[in-house]
Protein backbone atom coordinates (compact mmCIF):
# COMPACT_ATOMS: atom_id res chain seq x y z
CA UNK A 1 0.00 0.00 0.00
CA UNK A 2 1.11 3.68 -0.55
CA UNK A 3 -0.08 6.57 1.71
CA UNK A 4 -0.38 10.12 0.22
CA UNK A 5 -1.04 12.64 2.29
CA UNK A 6 -1.43 16.62 0.58
CA UNK A 7 -0.56 19.62 2.25
CA UNK A 8 -0.25 23.27 1.14
CA UNK A 9 -3.90 24.06 0.75
CA UNK A 10 -5.25 27.48 2.13
CA UNK A 11 -7.31 30.50 1.01
CA UNK A 12 -5.40 32.59 -1.42
CA UNK A 13 -6.60 36.11 -3.07
CA UNK A 14 -6.94 36.00 -6.98
CA UNK A 15 -3.80 36.32 -9.01
CA UNK A 16 -2.08 34.81 -5.56
CA UNK A 17 0.03 31.99 -5.40
CA UNK A 18 0.17 28.53 -3.38
CA UNK A 19 2.46 25.51 -3.69
CA UNK A 20 0.77 22.37 -2.86
CA UNK A 21 2.90 19.18 -1.37
CA UNK A 22 2.15 15.47 -1.74
CA UNK A 23 3.82 13.21 0.12
CA UNK A 24 4.24 9.08 -0.34
CA UNK A 25 5.14 6.20 2.08
CA UNK A 26 4.69 2.80 2.29
CA UNK A 27 5.48 1.04 -0.49
CA UNK A 28 6.87 4.22 -2.73
CA UNK A 29 8.94 1.86 -5.03
CA UNK A 30 5.63 0.67 -6.28
CA UNK A 31 4.30 3.75 -7.62
CA UNK A 32 5.65 5.69 -11.11
CA UNK A 33 3.43 8.36 -12.68
CA UNK A 34 1.88 11.04 -10.12
CA UNK A 35 -0.53 13.06 -10.78
CA UNK A 36 -3.14 16.04 -9.38
CA UNK A 37 -6.37 16.75 -9.36
CA UNK A 38 -9.38 18.80 -8.48
CA UNK A 39 -13.16 18.78 -7.51
CA UNK A 40 -15.44 22.09 -7.09
CA UNK A 41 -18.33 21.94 -5.25
CA UNK A 42 -20.88 20.34 -7.36
CA UNK A 43 -18.61 19.59 -9.95
CA UNK A 44 -16.75 15.92 -11.16
CA UNK A 45 -13.59 15.53 -9.85
CA UNK A 46 -10.96 16.28 -13.10
CA UNK A 47 -7.79 16.44 -14.11
CA UNK A 48 -4.82 19.41 -13.10
CA UNK A 49 -1.47 17.68 -14.08
CA UNK A 50 0.74 14.56 -13.84
CA UNK A 51 4.64 13.81 -13.94
CA UNK A 52 6.58 11.39 -14.88
CA UNK A 53 8.88 9.32 -12.77
CA UNK A 54 11.55 10.82 -13.96
CA UNK A 55 10.30 14.29 -14.31
CA UNK A 56 11.33 14.59 -17.47
CA UNK A 57 7.81 14.57 -19.12
CA UNK A 58 4.62 16.38 -17.30
CA UNK A 59 0.89 17.15 -18.76
CA UNK A 60 -1.60 19.99 -17.72
CA UNK A 61 -4.99 20.64 -18.33
CA UNK A 62 -5.50 23.54 -20.62
CA UNK A 63 -7.16 25.66 -18.22
CA UNK A 64 -4.37 25.14 -15.90
CA UNK A 65 -1.32 25.72 -18.37
CA UNK A 66 0.93 28.34 -18.28
CA UNK A 67 0.48 28.96 -14.68
CA UNK A 68 1.05 25.70 -12.82
CA UNK A 69 4.09 24.07 -12.39
CA UNK A 70 4.08 20.08 -11.45
CA UNK A 71 7.25 18.70 -9.93
CA UNK A 72 9.11 15.99 -7.63
CA UNK A 73 11.57 14.72 -5.45
CA UNK A 74 11.91 10.93 -5.63
CA UNK A 75 14.36 11.07 -2.84
CA UNK A 76 11.81 12.95 -0.64
CA UNK A 77 8.90 10.84 -1.62
CA UNK A 78 7.07 13.90 -2.46
CA UNK A 79 5.18 15.50 -5.49
CA UNK A 80 4.73 19.80 -5.82
CA UNK A 81 2.07 21.76 -7.56
CA UNK A 82 3.24 24.94 -7.94
CA UNK A 83 0.12 27.37 -8.81
CA UNK A 84 0.45 30.52 -9.95
CA UNK A 85 -1.96 33.50 -10.98
CA UNK A 86 -5.16 31.82 -9.22
CA UNK A 87 -8.30 32.67 -10.24
CA UNK A 88 -11.27 31.91 -8.31
CA UNK A 89 -12.57 29.15 -10.84
CA UNK A 90 -9.41 27.22 -9.49
CA UNK A 91 -11.27 27.07 -6.08
CA UNK A 92 -11.65 23.57 -5.24
CA UNK A 93 -10.20 20.60 -3.58
CA UNK A 94 -7.25 19.16 -4.72
CA UNK A 95 -6.18 15.56 -5.02
CA UNK A 96 -2.63 13.77 -5.15
CA UNK A 97 -2.77 10.50 -6.98
CA UNK A 98 -0.53 7.39 -7.70
CA UNK A 99 -0.20 5.31 -10.89
CA UNK A 100 2.06 2.03 -10.63
CA UNK A 101 2.29 2.45 -13.98
CA UNK A 102 4.76 4.45 -16.28
CA UNK A 103 2.34 5.58 -18.61
CA UNK A 104 0.95 9.01 -18.22
CA UNK A 105 -3.29 9.40 -17.84
CA UNK A 106 -5.77 12.13 -17.01
CA UNK A 107 -8.27 9.59 -16.30
CA UNK A 108 -8.84 9.58 -12.40
CA UNK A 109 -10.08 5.78 -12.43
CA UNK A 110 -6.57 4.69 -13.50
CA UNK A 111 -4.74 5.83 -10.64
CA UNK A 112 -4.53 3.60 -7.80
CA UNK A 113 -3.62 5.40 -4.86
CA UNK A 114 -5.34 8.96 -3.90
CA UNK A 115 -4.73 11.36 -0.45
CA UNK A 116 -7.55 12.57 0.98
CA UNK A 117 -7.10 16.14 -0.49
CA UNK A 118 -6.20 19.81 0.13
CA UNK A 119 -8.85 22.93 -0.18
CA UNK A 120 -7.83 25.43 -2.23
CA UNK A 121 -10.15 28.25 -1.88
CA UNK A 122 -9.04 31.75 -3.96
CA UNK A 123 -11.14 34.59 -3.31
CA UNK A 124 -11.31 38.12 -5.14
Known amino acids: QVQLVESGGGLVQAGGSLRLSCAAS????????MGWFRQAPGKEREFVAVISWSGSSTYYADSVKGRFTISRDNAKNTVYLQMNSLKLEDTAVYYCAARRSYSGSYFDHEYDYWGQGTQVTVSS
Open 26 to 33: GRTFSVNT
